[in-house]
């Protein structure tokens, strides 16, 4: 009954902004890691961000420093991913995702429980 749903990708132009939004039902939304991934065609899933349960611990791959931006809203039940100056390499659909695990700092796909169907981000040159 666990469901991630994101929103808000669509197709921008290079140096534009975009911003992701993942809401989550059917679990402890408070008790979960959230994090953001991203697939671009042939590639593998990779990490973009992550943040712990009360936003005390956020981490970034490389390439989404400066300017990306994770964040939740435990209250609603929702994590964001504001995401600017953006750049054709960001193209890739971007995946929501959540665990429970401790003593992880969620960078890894394998220690994520539950995924989102993802939505796509096309940022044209």
């Known amino acids: 009954q666990v469901q991630l749903v994101e929103s808000g990708g669509g197709l921008v132009q290079a140096g534009g902004s975009l911003r992701l939004s993942c809401a989550a039902s059917?679990?402890?939304?408070?008790?979960?890691?959230m994090g953001w991934f991203r697939q671009a065609p042939g590639k593998a899933r990779e990490f973009v961000a992550t943040?712990?349960?009360?936003?005390?611990?956020?981490y970034y791959a490389d390439s989404a420093k400066v300017r990306f931006t994770i964040s939740r809203d435990n209250a609603k039940n929702t994590v964001s991913l504001q995401m600017n100056n953006l750049k054709p390499e960001d193209t890739a659909v971007y995946y929501c995702?959540?665990?429970?695990?401790?003593?992880?700092?969620?960078?890894?796909?394998?220690?994520?429980?539950?995924w989102g169907q993802g939505t796509q981000v096309t940022v044209s040159s």
């Open positions: 995702a959540a665990h429970t695990r401790r003593g992880r700092l969620g960078m890894t796909t394998n220690e994520y429980d539950y």
């Open positions: 059917g679990l402890s939304f408070s008790l979960y890691t």
């Open positions: 943040t712990n349960w009360n936003g005390g611990s956020i």
